[in-house]
């Protein structure tokens, strides 16, 4: 045993000094590393969650067809959603003890509050739980689930390592975009969503390690199920200059679908509010099975039906029908909190809702409508757009979805006079903002606070320190003060008691002409500073938390070391610290 030590005093001295380093914003090769490392366990992860439901469902559907709920007998599509939400009542009940830890909320929910850190239990309750709900068939998608596990992936990962906050903020971001790329076979639309939902900012310091994040993810993926769009569609043209009218009706149509959609989910979310989350999910599960014995398109991903009407297959009727019976079980389904995602329910609606719009255009009025299966694509990316308010994630999802680079100048227009409709004339904000303010949480980031959270403490403290008791005597002087430190922290026991400028220290020595045996480090004179202790691995938003909190003087950087002895690293001034980054 005896040899090993040296090399795990060597590791562990290693991983500090690599704590330290990714500490500043602007350490992109460990970061980049870090990225690629939480990538490639992403893909591994969502193989293993899209494998897990696409094996069940084939098992179980008619034909061994992974959405061909439509095949099943009436009483076995109200059946399945109840079964599924008693299954997923009673695992929560039993593992989440009633509480509801899951999902893209939650993983903004903890960057928000927690600095990013998700837990393990959220990890199993997301990946059980999802696969349940879409295996039973309810009215819900696959994504916001996948952005939670690789979110999880990429915080679990930075905390068994140990590292500052501010890295396992950018994991987060990196897990999410790589969860979006394997789970959609999208890595650019999974860059732009983490940067435009998950951490809210654009920056090329997370840009990079985001982008190689979702490149390895994807890699993954399309290793394992190959590199074919989710959408199989043929040859579509261009809508012409005069169909520009028709994607403005388009935009306005689905703005205020999704405004209706939003709105319902508020209030599912409010008139529940008070009952358990067991009895919730039993609403969703019968809601989603009742809607679902006359409108089976409702249940599960709604692909199969996306494609239908992108090439025609859906009357007018049946379009209507599927429209609205899917806003209904989804808004029922979100606002009840079951463990599945609404992105693929809102590029289903948008479908239906712009494959509608084509149909009636193309059929009804002989208006110049190039291709309803173009109108249909152009709706997902709207409604995507509006509901999130993420334009360029939709617009790029829908375009990496499709392949077809005929829908992204129309796409843009819709997009924009749908947002603008939901935003701006019915005042809705974006539904994972909405959901996070029924839960009584603020969503809202200050520039300043997202430009700290961007760096670890250990980029700005001072390292030049000596860590002594208080009560020294002239042989601990000789020996440690070879030089003039520009701190002293004062310890009682291994904790921080003060600081004091080592050059009072040093002056008091070389003025005193008595060789009193113990200096009273509390007592000589000097500006003893009041103190208060911060993680090594948190952000300087939580400094600037601390000293608001707290009323210190200065902050002394701290962490266990191997001996389990609480260890300070550095020291941060706040007057240094507001001169630098607030004024």
């Not at 992403?42 to 992974?66: C, K, M, R």
Request: aromatic residues 8%.
């Amino acid at each position: 045993m005896k040899p090993r030590l040296p090399l795990r005093d060597k590791l562990i001295d290693s991983l500090d000094e690599l704590r330290l380093q990714v500490a500043k914003p602007d350490a992109l090769i460990q970061h980049s590393v870090m990225a690629l490392i939480t990538g490639l366990c992403t893909g591994i992860v969502i193989v293993a969650f899209l494998w897990v439901i696409d094996s069940a469902l084939s098992y179980w559907l008619p034909d061994n067809q992974a959405e061909n709920f439509e095949a099943l007998h009436p009483m076995a599509r109200i059946i399945a959603p109840i079964a599924g939400s008693l299954i997923l009542a009673l695992f929560f009940l039993w593992v989440a003890k009633g509480e509801n830890v899951v999902g893209v909320v939650y993983v903004k929910e903890r960057l928000r509050y927690h600095e990013g850190y998700l837990k393990v239990r959220s990890f199993i309750l997301q990946f059980v739980g999802a696969s349940i709900a879409l295996i039973s068939g309810q009215s819900m998608g696959r994504e916001g689930p996948a952005i939670h596990l690789g979110s999880a992936v990429g915080s679990l990962f930075g905390q068994s390592m140990g590292l500052p906050n501010n890295t396992i903020r950018t994991l987060v971001a990196c897990g999410s975009a790589a969860a979006i790329g394997a789970a959609f076979n999208t890595p650019l639309a999974g860059v732009i969503f983490a940067m435009e939902i998950i951490i809210v900012e654009y920056t090329v310091v997370s840009f990079i390690p985001i982008i190689i994040a979702a490149v390895a993810a994807t890699g993954v993926a399309r290793w394992v199920f190959g590199n074919e769009p989710i959408l199989s569609i043929g040859s579509i043209s261009s809508v012409s200059l005069a169909e520009i009218p028709f994607l403005i009706l388009l935009g306005l149509l689905l703005g205020f679908a999704s405004t209706v959609f939003t709105v319902l989910i508020k209030q599912v979310s409010k008139v529940t509010a008070n009952l358990t989350l067991s009895v919730r999910f039993l609403i969703a599960g019968a809601c989603t099975g009742v809607i679902a014995v006359a409108v089976p398109q409702i249940m599960g991903l709604g692909y199969d039906t996306v494609n239908a009407a992108i090439v025609g297959q859906l009357s007018i009727a049946l379009l209507s029908a599927v429209l609205l019976a899917k806003i209904v079980a989804t808004a029922v389904s979100v606002g009840c909190g079951l463990p599945a995602g609404l992105i693929s329910p809102s590029l289903v609606i948008g479908a239906v809702g712009g494959s509608l719009i084509g149909v009636v255009l193309d059929q009804s009025f002989s208006l110049p409508a190039q291709s309803a299966g173009l109108y249909t694509l152009i709706g997902m990316s709207a409604m995507m757009g509006a509901c999130l308010q993420a334009p360029l994630a939709a617009l790029t999802a829908v375009f990496e979805i499709t392949a077809n680079p005929n829908v992204i100048w129309p796409s843009m227009l819709a997009i924009v006079v749908a947002q603008l409709v939901s935003r701006q004339l019915f005042k809705q904000p974006p539904v994972f903002n909405l959901l996070l303010e029924a839960r009584g949480l603020d969503f809202n980031e200050d520039p300043i606070t997202q430009a700290l959270q961007r760096i670890g403490v250990a980029k700005v403290m001072s390292q030049d320190i000596i860590c002594v008791s208080q009560e020294l005597d002239r042989q601990t002087i000789t020996n440690r003060f070879q030089r003039v430190p520009q701190w002293v922290v004062i310890e009682e026991d291994y904790e921080p008691k003060s600081v004091l400028r080592g050059v009072d220290l040093i002056n008091y020595i070389e003025a005193k002409e008595d060789n009193e045996e113990t200096i009273d480090l509390m007592e000589i004179p000097g500006k003893r500073l009041q103190v208060a202790c911060i993680d090594l691995r948190a952000t300087l938003a939580k400094a600037r938390e601390t000293f608001q909190d707290e009323n210190a003087e200065a902050i002394c950087v701290v962490h266990w070391n191997r001996r389990s002895q609480r260890h300070c690293y550095g020291v941060i001034v706040r007057d240094t610290f507001e001169d630098l980054y607030i004024r």
